[in-house]
């Protein structure tokens, strides 16, 4: 499927009090689909090369892809410094139910998280508890270091707050379905999570390594091979849940 076959759509997702902003990445196609959800880290937005990467590459594959913004970053309203784990958590079931209602896609979803990003899909997963497939791109296994020295501007005292009441320190255990894609040269989020993360994860499951990989995947080979990857696993995951 050519590049000039995929559909981009523009939508604002309604919150209690603002909007996310979610661009929806279709193949021309009549028939209905399953859609990946991607969620980005930490003062970061959908529209980093990984998430148009993703939007252009998983229709091709025949595949939807959701990229939004968090409230607090990108062109969601709010302030990122007022944010936490659970608002994420809030935002992405905002997310899944409004595409629920899209007449183009099946039902099926999947959810893509990059780093905090792939923390929060992992905690909506098993909420959840259905085995939603997850990919996760250098995901920290725990937040305990945020709350250790140092500032970003990311993360205001709501966030300290509830990392210091233990809810969302920790990645969940046993969730199903989960591919765990990690950096071997991560020097934000080293390859140990990526360990752990497997680890705590219930079958079917794996880990993917990428030898010389960053944190960002700097490296378009190691972007594209993380792409193909993640393609991979949720067309798997996908005819096995038709």
């Not at 050519?2 to 996310?20: K, N, Y």
């Not at 183009?104 to 508890?129: P, Q, T, W």
């Not at 270091?145 to 300290?160: A, N």
């Not at 499951?205 to 190691?222: I, K, N, Q, S």
Request: proline residues 5%; aromatic residues 4%.
């Amino acid at each position: 499927m050519s590049q000039a076959a995929v559909q981009a759509e523009r939508h604002q997702v309604s919150l209690r009090a603002g909007s996310l902003a979610l661009a929806l990445h279709l193949p021309d196609a009549a028939e209905r689909i399953p859609c990946v959800i991607a969620c980005h880290g930490l003062s970061a937005s959908k529209d980093s090369d990984k998430y148009l990467l993703l939007g252009a590459a998983l229709p091709r594959a025949g595949l939807a892809l959701a990229r939004f913004d968090f409230r607090g970053c990108g062109e969601s309203t709010g302030r990122e410094d007022e944010t936490t784990v659970g608002t994420r958590i809030d935002d992405v079931r905002a997310v899944l139910e409004f595409l629920g209602a899209h007449g183009r896609l099946d039902g099926r979803f999947g959810l893509l998280g990059s780093s905090l990003g792939g923390f929060v899909a992992l905690h909506v997963a098993a909420e959840r508890g259905d085995a939603i497939p997850v990919v996760t791109w250098n995901a920290p296994a725990d937040l305990e270091d945020l709350g250790e020295g140092g500032e970003h501007p990311g993360i205001g005292m709501p966030f300290l707050l509830e990392l210091a009441t233990h809810r969302y320190a920790h990645s969940p255990a046993g969730v199903r379905r989960h591919l765990a894609i990690q950096g071997e040269a991560d020097d934000v989020v080293p390859l140990e999570h990526g360990l752990v993360l497997h680890g705590r994860a219930a079958p079917p499951c794996d880990l993917a390594v990428l030898l010389g990989a960053d944190h960002r995947l700097t490296d378009p080979e190691h972007r594209r091979e993380a792409v193909a990857r993640s393609i991979e696993w949720f067309q798997r995951c996908f005819k096995e849940t038709p």
